[in-house]
């Protein structure tokens, strides 16, 4: 609930931190990231689902499949499509991210002190999110091909869609968390905050997932406000 709320917060922190000229720096990068992802999967979509039916040997029953391929496609697509958007944006803008979440740190609290600024520095925060936004990939998408495959089967999906949007929640709390973490805990600590506040965690990340499936505006706004909302989060519950 408080990952949740705390989105209510980052629109008032908008203009209470100066943060309206990262919708800038960032937004460019996101639509273009954003367009290609989506052209991408819509040519893979067509692909498999054409693939379904042509893997069906009989005429008898081809309508059917015909449309079972169009609808697991979609869902496919769809899923994957999300979960590969999500990740690009979180480790492309995770420069311009970080440093606007040590700004919204350093005028919430006034004990804080920034860490000095170096190349060596910038690199290896650029290293760190790549790590664990590729060790949270590789995990989550096991847990999704495998909640895809048990969706395969008759009404299985009421259950399985859900959980695969929880699940991508959950991981996408954690990279927007990280923004934050990466100033105050290493990986493995990291790792351990996100286990302890998992329900904040999917709250963040839900409501990030939500505004990307808004077409264009969804992408230029999801990380400024996410990354916003979770650097709140982690302030003032610290």
């Known amino acids: 609930m408080n990952g949740l709320l705390s989105y209510l917060k980052a629109l008032n922190g908008l203009g209470k931190y100066s943060l309206w000229k990262y919708f800038l720096f ?5 639509i273009l990231i954003a367009g290609g992802v989506t052209s991408l999967s819509a040519l893979l979509g067509d692909g498999l689902g054409d693939w379904i039916q042509g893997i069906y040997p ?8 015909g449309t079972i391929g169009d609808w697991s496609s979609g869902i496919v697509v769809f899923v994957l499509g999300l979960f590969f958007l999500k990740y690009i944006l979180l480790i492309v803008v995770s420069p311009i991210m970080s440093f606007m979440s040590d700004s919204i740190e350093r005028q919430m609290n006034q004990d804080y002190q920034s860490p000095k600024f170096t190349i060596a520095t910038f690199i290896s925060d650029l290293m760190r999110s790549l790590s664990i936004n590729l ?26 869609t859900p959980l695969i949007f929880l699940v991508q929640a959950y991981y996408a709390g954690f990279g ?4 934050w973490m990466e100033r105050h805990y ?9 286990k302890s506040h998992r ?3 999917v709250g963040l990340g839900a409501v990030y997932l939500g505004m ?15 990354a916003t909302a979770a650097t709140i989060y982690a302030v003032n519950k610290n």
């Open 26 to 30: 960032s937004g460019l990068i996101s």
């Open 58 to 65: 009989w005429e008898t029953g081809a309508g059917i499949i």
């Open 135 to 160: 060790r949270n990939l590789s995990k989550e998408l096991f847990i999704t091909i495998i909640l895809l495959i048990i969706g395969l089967f008759p009404g299985a999906a009421v259950v399985t």
């Open 176 to 179: 927007l968390l990280d923004y």
């Open 186 to 194: 290493r990986v493995a600590d990291s790792i351990g905050y996100v």
């Open 199 to 201: 329900l904040d965690a």
């Open 212 to 226: 990307l499936l808004v077409p264009v505006i969804g992408a230029v706004i999801a990380p400024v406000l996410g």
